[in-house]
């Protein structure tokens, strides 16, 4: 009788994708399982744009992460191409997990998207309750019994249903008692993770050991960006805002322990009357837009950056094809 030792054991590696309707907690749960801030997290819907992959490296596995838009009932051009990246998106992986908020009743959006996935017969599916830090357990009963329900009526034989709290576990890092959740949401997690592993193909690693993510440096300075101007407006402004980074480069004469990254970005809005809610009185907003953001890309990037931000108007760029194209979409 042969006995499989754990260094015998065979590596994994391989795709899987949150879905859901937007702000299911789905780029939460990426960031979380990832350990560090790779997916644009807002509580405003449709806050993805980019399919921004996340790689978690364990010592039995690769698992790489695609977060992707949140799937909709398009309304402009812009909301179609973002619904077709999901359903590409879909065809591709090994494992899709559907992310349910816990403290919402299922409602049309997610029957929606599960009538979806109901099409995709091979692709193993799991279904992740999201956002258990803010029901009881009873609520949080009813709800996994109307997710098992939802499998049954579509035909979707759930491989999994989990329960987990992604936002408590962005504190992994502390010690339970300063987490206040006594390391619960941290484990949670990991059970995802642990639940997605064996859903992928035998394989050697796909990315280098240390790689977080394989979207390119430019696209995720410019979402940091997007995410902190986001912050700020959030009431006032529709979801009408596209941030392009022009260039980053090295400060020339810097010395070499003290180097200086330039980037230049400028902040698109769809109406000059969008204009003045972006910059605010005296400038004081954009100038926040560009401490807190810079404070998050100095982390991403690891170096000392200047941040020139300009806000400039691509008249309803979310329905003109071309504009679409020279914003990146």
């Not at 644009?40 to 921004?52: C, G």
């Not at 329900?149 to 992994?172: K, N, T, Y």
Request: glycine share 8%.
């Amino acid at each position: 009788m042969s006995v499989r030792t754990e260094s015998s054991a065979q590596h994994r590696a391989g795709f899987a994708c949150f879905v859901g309707r937007p702000n299911a907690g789905k780029s939460t749960l990426t960031n979380a399982l990832v350990g560090t801030k790779v997916a644009i997290t807002s509580n405003r819907p449709q806050t993805t744009r980019h399919t921004v992959r996340g790689i978690v490296h364990r010592p039995d596995a690769q698992l790489v992460l695609v977060d992707t838009p949140g799937l909709h009932k398009p309304r402009t051009l812009l909301g179609e191409r973002l619904n077709d990246v999901v359903r590409t998106t879909w065809a591709e992986v090994d494992v899709i997990g559907f992310c349910l908020p816990a403290d919402q009743k299922l409602g049309p959006g997610d029957r929606f998207i599960a009538g979806e996935l109901a099409g995709i017969k091979k692709t193993p599916k799991i279904a992740i309750v999201t956002k258990t830090d803010l029901v009881d357990s009873k609520q949080l009963a009813e709800q996994l019994l109307a997710v098992d329900q939802l499998g049954r009526e579509l035909g979707i034989e759930w491989a999994e249903i989990i329960p987990v709290s992604a936002a408590e576990s962005e504190g992994a890092g502390r010690s339970p008692s300063d987490r206040g959740d006594g390391g619960r949401g941290a484990g949670q997690v990991q059970l995802v993770a642990d639940l997605l592993v064996p859903m992928l193909p035998e394989s050697p690693p796909l990315y280098p050991e240390g790689d977080l993510t394989d979207e390119p440096e430019q696209v995720m300075v410019a979402e940091l960006i997007r995410e902190a101007a986001l912050e700020g407006v959030r009431d006032e402004l529709p979801h009408s805002i596209a941030v392009v980074v022009e260039e980053m480069l090295p400060r020339e004469d810097r010395p070499a322990d003290k180097p200086l990254l330039d980037i230049h970005a400028n902040v698109y809005i769809e109406r000059p009357s969008q204009k003045g809610i972006i910059i605010g009185p005296k400038g004081k907003r954009l100038k926040d837009v560009g401490v807190k953001s810079r404070k998050h890309i100095e982390a991403l990037l690891g170096t000392p950056v200047f941040l020139d931000l300009h806000v400039k108007v691509a008249k309803d760029w979310q329905r003109d094809p071309k504009q679409l194209r020279k914003l990146g979409f």
